[in-house]
């Protein structure tokens, strides 16, 4: 087929310029972070964290799996620009029917009971709408990832919006933004971002030459309508264990630990660099295992990306938590140094998920959506447990020891299901035997 004549080589000669975009785009999306903590007080970068969270959320309910299924689509697929349609066709009917209405219903609801939005005026309005543009191009960034435009789609996904949002920001500083003001610039960011993905998409499917007819869009979810399903439904699990401890933070504590507990997430996000930028090659590379059913080639790779991951992070890792205080003072200001105890905190767990690799990430990417589901359904149990007595007495620090439990629960068990049931090996406890087989 067309579709895996296309991309054999696709990583050959622009994995590196790929993996340097992903760490920009990384980067840019810590340096949005700082810029939010610089120019706000830490009880209006709270609401602006808890805003972009559900942004986030809202943009994995409207994109419903769609990015996933381009991943696997460029392997298999004759018309992937008519696919490519279909996917945003998709998109547009999951935010008219689910997003959209949640918007319409919360401005009716606090104009009819007299009383302010507790995230401020329009606020939540915006992070809704901004949902949208993010789903959008999350999927595009796929559909040029998966065809060979590995440098523009990494960083058009990851990188190109934040840049956008951090500029408007630093532009609004004379006019002391606040936390709507700066979702806006979220908004605008994602959208301007999003106009340059369309036309780059348009091209690179052109230039393929996958632009092939598919019968209806009908046709086409009822296809697919059990991966959409699945994937949209183990993605939503896990973001809601990772927007709860904001939320607990916000309703049971203050704002200003909503803040404390961000920056230190952040900061914490250094420890999945590596992985983070690993995996937009990996996910061309592990796509193909439903087609093939070929673990030997894959898992060399895995091995590879896990081993330069930890040597990589852990000397990070331990600056991080030898003096938390010392550089959270100097990237973030000395107002958030009360997050030293949850940074630590974090920083451990997530250096110990290092040594389970990609496994969360690959399970969903081979398309195992009931392991990948209940996995989210079992990380949640931390804080169906413990949060209610962590977070009001120990507020980010309570945060951040939910979130240790529940990443290392889903690492190390995606780990041990892949093992036992594909034959793909993610975690670092491999070595070779003499035969150079992985044992």
Known sequence: ?????VRKNVLKNSAMFTYVARALGLGLNVCLSVAVARVMPPEESGKFFILYAISLGASLVAKFGTDFLALRLSHSSDSLGSDAKFLNQIILIAFAGVIAPIGVISIIYFNAIGVDNPLGGLGFELALLAALPMAVLATLGALLRATGAMVIGTFLETGAPSLVAMVFLL???PLRPNSQLAILCVLVGASLTTV?????TRKQLNHVHMSGNRSTLKIFISQHFRQL????????LLYIWSFIPLALLFWLSSADEVAFYSVAIRLAS??????SIQIVATGPIAAKYPLDHLPGPINQHLL???RVAVASLVPVAAILVLIPGRVLSVIFGDEYVSAAPALVVLVMSATLSLLAGNSLQVVQIIGRHKFALSIALLGLAPWLLLSWRLVPSLGALGASLCWAMSILVTSFGSAVYLRRT?????????RKSRSGQLL
Not at 229 to 236: E, H, P, Y
């Open 229 to 236: 399903l699945g994937t949209a439904a183990s993605a939503q």
């Open 270 to 275: 250094i420890m999945v660099l590596i992985p």
């Open 196 to 200: 340059i993905a369309i036309l780059a």
């Open 304 to 306: 590879r990306n896990v």
């Open 1 to 5: 087929m067309a579709g895996l004549e």
């Open 422 to 430: 594909s034959g793909l090996v993610t975690d670092i406890f491999t």
């Open 171 to 173: 532009v609004l500083i």
